[in-house]
């Protein structure tokens, strides 16, 4: 296979009825990378994931993983690969070393790789020391981590989550987030699908963002933070603001406009280039002191409305 690409999607439908899931999506995934796959709720991302994970049969379209075409359930592919559902539910009479032990069993582990692989992937989690306690007395928070674990208990090259902190508080966010940042590390592949900007612009390389079963746009979030930010402003708080100021900054060739809120001014820019020496320059020469500058690009969360609002539009 080549080592570059581990997903490859190339016009995927998929049809419930009269109602079109997917419209033809394609997408790549490349070989370590965190992927974040983004779209409103309904807008195909489940769908797409049971497609390769091989629960669902596409329409039409050719899905790939590992240079290999899927067709449904593939044992030797799915080795490969680890998958999280959407809230994970597991048996609540069992504790979480016997659920990962049932699932090395069926991977066909021995007794001495179970034990060593579940230890090493509860340290991982967070979850050691937990072990014994029953699944049902488990918070949202340990059923997602657990659910990781589960994942990866079989060392795979790819791991799919689904809404992997769907139900978290900020703190279990957070932790899940460094979790599939230590995944990474280790050198695996990871395409999560989540709903949360914030999240997604925190831990992804690439996005492919979707919309009733389109492919919006899918790129590094560089090159879409770069490709739609537009203009950027660099915002300035001056402490002994005057008219002077303002004047001799807006007669600076790469400032197209100048929006005052109280000591605040938000200096549009007609360039990328880091211009930020020669305005602190004027500021000081005009009698300015600045307490603060930083430069505003757009965030991902107003591409992704701007995007979605187009097309419904």
């Known amino acids: 296979m080549s080592m570059e690409t581990v997903i490859e999607i190339n016009g995927l439908t998929k049809r419930y009825g009269s109602l079109v899931a997917l419209n033809k999506l394609s997408l790549n995934v490349k070989h370590n990378t965190i992927h974040g796959f983004l779209g409103p709720n309904?807008?195909?991302?489940?769908?797409?994931?049971?497609?390769?994970?091989?629960?669902?049969?596409?329409?039409?379209?050719?899905?790939?993983?590992?240079?290999?075409?899927?067709?449904?359930d593939q044992p030797d592919i799915r080795l490969n690969m680890g998958y999280m559902p959407e809230l994970p539910k597991f048996p609540k009479h069992l504790t979480a070393y016997e659920l990962l032990d049932i699932y090395?069993?069926?991977?066909?582990?021995?007794?001495?790789?179970?034990?060593?692989?579940?230890?090493?992937?509860?340290?991982?989690?967070?979850?050691?020391?937990?072990?014994k306690d029953l699944i049902g007395k488990y918070s949202r928070g340990m059923l997602?981590?657990?659910?990781?674990?589960?994942?990866?208990?079989?060392?795979?090259?790819?791991?799919?989550?689904?809404?992997?902190?769907?139900?978290?508080?900020?703190?279990?966010?957070?932790?899940?987030?460094?979790?599939?940042?230590?995944?990474?590390?280790?050198?695996?592949?990871?395409?999560l699908s989540?709903?949360?900007?914030?999240?997604?612009?925190?831990?992804?390389s690439h996005v492919t963002i979707i919309n009733r079963g389109v492919?919006?746009?899918?790129?590094?979030?560089?090159?879409?933070?770069?490709?739609?930010?537009?203009?950027?402003?660099?915002q300035v708080e001056i402490a002994n603001l005057s008219d002077m100021i303002?004047?001799?900054?807006?007669?600076?060739p790469f400032v197209?406009?100048?929006?005052?809120?109280?000591?605040?001014?938000?200096?549009?820019?007609?360039?990328?280039?880091?211009?930020?020496p020669q305005i602190s320059q004027e500021i000081i020469k005009s009698g300015g002191i600045i307490i603060s500058m930083s430069l505003k690009g757009k965030s991902l969360e107003e591409i992704f409305m701007e995007l979605v609002s187009k097309s419904h539009g």
């Not at 989540?194 to 992804?204: G, T, Y």
């Not at 492919?215 to 660099?234: H, M, P, R, W």
């Open 42 to 72: 309904g807008a195909g991302k489940t769908t797409t994931i049971k497609i390769l994970v091989g629960l669902l049969e596409p329409d039409e379209g050719i899905v790939k993983i590992f240079d290999r075409e899927v067709h449904g």
């Open 104 to 131: 090395g069993r069926m991977y066909g582990m021995s007794i001495q790789e179970r034990h060593e692989r579940i230890s090493e992937l509860l340290e991982l989690v967070g979850l050691k020391g937990r072990e």
């Open 144 to 191: 997602q981590r657990l659910g990781i674990a589960q994942a990866l208990l079989n060392d795979p090259e790819l791991v799919i989550l689904d809404e992997p902190s769907q139900g978290l508080d900020p703190v279990g966010m957070v932790e899940i987030r460094d979790l599939i940042k230590r995944i990474w590390k280790e050198g695996m592949t990871v395409f």
């Open 194 to 204: 989540s709903h949360l900007l914030f999240e997604v612009e925190q831990i992804c």
């Open 215 to 234: 492919a919006l746009i899918s790129d590094t979030i560089q090159n879409i933070s770069e490709k739609f930010s537009g203009i950027s402003v660099l």
């Open 246 to 252: 303002i004047e001799n900054i807006r007669r600076l």
């Open 256 to 276: 197209s406009n100048i929006i005052q809120d109280g000591k605040v001014l938000n200096i549009e820019l007609k360039t990328r280039d880091d211009v930020r």
